[in-house]
């Protein structure tokens, strides 16, 4: 019975193609299918709470949120997209206003290399 059944595995294995797995469930290994709108919704959110704070000059939470929107947008995007910069500058503008220059300059300089990036890409 073990031969019989061991050979009737190997044949089934043998005759799948090498792609087993169906769309369902690798989606559902992924996350959902969703999971890439939400965290770019999540995203959005956390960028336009930190303007609202930023306005408020609430400038700790402003700069709370903005962290989590650069993670979000990082997590997205990848670390060279230009969409980083808006953050990055935010979180620049902050820095600055909280006296953190160093700071202010990493952020600012992140920008810059960003819209390098950009405009090498384009040309």
């Not at 009737?8 to 992924?30: G, H, K, Y």
């Not at 336009?48 to 979000?72: D, P, R």
């Not at 620049?92 to 220059?101: F, N, R, S, Y």
Request: charged fraction near 25%.
């Amino acid at each position: 019975n073990r031969r019989k059944l061991k050979a009737r595995r190997q044949t089934f294995i043998a005759n799948q193609p090498p792609d087993v797995i169906t769309e369902e469930q690798r989606v559902s290994l992924r996350g959902g299918r969703n999971t890439r709108d939400i965290l770019k919704r999540n995203a959005t959110i956390k960028y336009q709470k930190g303007q609202a704070y930023f306005k408020a000059a609430n400038y700790t939470m402003a700069q709370k949120y903005f962290e989590q929107a650069l993670h979000a947008r990082l997590m997205l995007l990848g670390p060279n997209h230009v969409n980083l910069a808006e953050v990055h500058d935010a979180l620049g503008c902050i820095a600055i206003l909280q006296g953190d220059t160093k700071r202010a300059d990493n952020h600012f300089d992140a920008v810059e290399r960003l819209n390098k990036l950009c405009q090498t890409i384009w040309l």
